[in-house]
């Protein structure tokens, strides 16, 4: 991390709670990004049926079949900045590198929460590979959103969309190499893409070890045991094996698997039948 970032460790946490979100300058070189940015052109995008389209383009889950990413995410630069707000003991639920192209549409106000259907907090480590400008579709965050836990999102079109009051939103205007590192709580949106060139940036979604997410197939990777990296991949581990969180999940796990299920008709009336 670059000196000019002279913010102390205390105002960071401090801003971060109250905020929702805090900035880091230069965290990455310009070389680093570069390699990044190599690596990440590379790799599939998500393809049709998701939210990649025309001129957005969506590559999720890279790290999983590259050593290149899973050291990147799992470094110590990262995880000596991260274990501060997360802790010592920290797995990696998702990554994406996203391209908005010239004309790239909005991706309107959301939690990530939103869309991702866990109930903890994560932590979006979000490294901007371009400039981030307004014109060509950078980061709003609307600060101090967090506190309200998971707020309604309604679908629109492909997007989860969520319709509250938004008053003062912050534009975050980024080099290459700045990170935002926010909460998956916090509201945030992206809009337009009306300059010439592609936008991108890569984002790591963290999460403590004491949580597991029931929506992510194992294996999970883990960044961090005991505040050093510890770039490995398993199936089961300590927030897995919480009788805290499993109850936490029984219901919704239930729900996904009947949605998802070809007898979802029959298993809805015998849920709907034991209910009553
Ligand atoms: O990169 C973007 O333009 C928006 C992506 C985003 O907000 C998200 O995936 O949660």
């Known amino acids: 991390m670059n000196s000019v970032d002279s913010i102390t460790r205390v105002d960071r946490k401090a801003e971060f709670e109250t905020q929702g979100?805090?900035?880091?300058r230069n965290f990455f070189s310009k070389e680093e990004v570069a390699e990044l940015y190599e690596v990440l052109r590379q790799t599939p995008d998500d393809g049709d049926g998701t939210l990649s389209k025309t001129n957005m383009k969506f590559h999720s889950n890279t790290?999983?079949?590259?050593?290149y990413l899973?050291?990147?995410?799992s470094q110590k630069k990262i995880v000596d900045f991260i274990k501060e707000f997360i802790g010592s003991n920290i797995w990696v639920?998702?990554?994406?590198?996203?391209?908005?192209?010239?004309?790239?549409?909005?991706?309107?106000?959301?939690?990530?929460?939103?869309?991702?259907?866990t109930k903890e907090v994560y932590y979006q480590f979000w490294v901007a590979i371009?400039?981030?400008?307004?014109?060509n579709g950078g980061?709003?965050?609307?600060?101090?959103?967090?506190?309200?836990?998971?707020?309604?999102?309604?679908?629109?079109?492909?997007?989860?969309?969520?319709?509250?009051?938004?008053?003062?939103?912050?534009?975050?205007?980024?080099?290459?190499?700045?990170?935002?590192?926010?909460?998956?709580?916090t509201l945030h949106?992206?809009?337009?893409?009306?300059?010439?060139?592609?936008?991108?940036?890569?984002?790591?979604?963290?999460?403590?070890?004491?949580?597991y997410d029931p929506f992510i197939e194992p294996p999970y990777f883990i960044a961090a045991r005991n505040g050093e990296p510890a770039p490995t991949f398993t199936r089961f581990d300590r927030g897995w094996w919480s009788p805290k969180n499993q109850i936490k999940y029984s219901i919704p796990v239930i729900k996904s698997f009947i949605r998802k299920s070809k007898f979802r008709e029959p298993l809805k009336k015998l849920v709907g039948m034991l209910q009553k």
């Open 21 to 24: 979100y805090t900035i880091c």
């Open 63 to 67: 790290f999983y079949d590259s050593p």
């Open 70 to 73: 899973q050291a990147f995410i």
């Open 93 to 117: 639920r998702w990554d994406q590198a996203v391209e908005k192209r010239a004309g790239g549409e909005e991706f309107p106000w959301h939690q990530d929460n939103g869309y991702s259907s």
């Open 130 to 135: 371009t400039d981030m400008t307004q014109e």
């Open 139 to 185: 980061l709003w965050i609307q600060p101090g959103s967090h506190k309200h836990g998971v707020l309604p999102h309604e679908m629109i079109d492909a997007h989860l969309v969520c319709d509250t009051k938004i008053s003062e939103p912050v534009f975050i205007e980024a080099k290459p190499g700045d990170v935002v590192l926010f909460s998956s709580m």
């Open 189 to 211: 949106r992206t809009l337009p893409n009306i300059s010439n060139a592609s936008r991108w940036a890569y984002v790591i979604e963290y999460m403590s070890l004491d949580y």
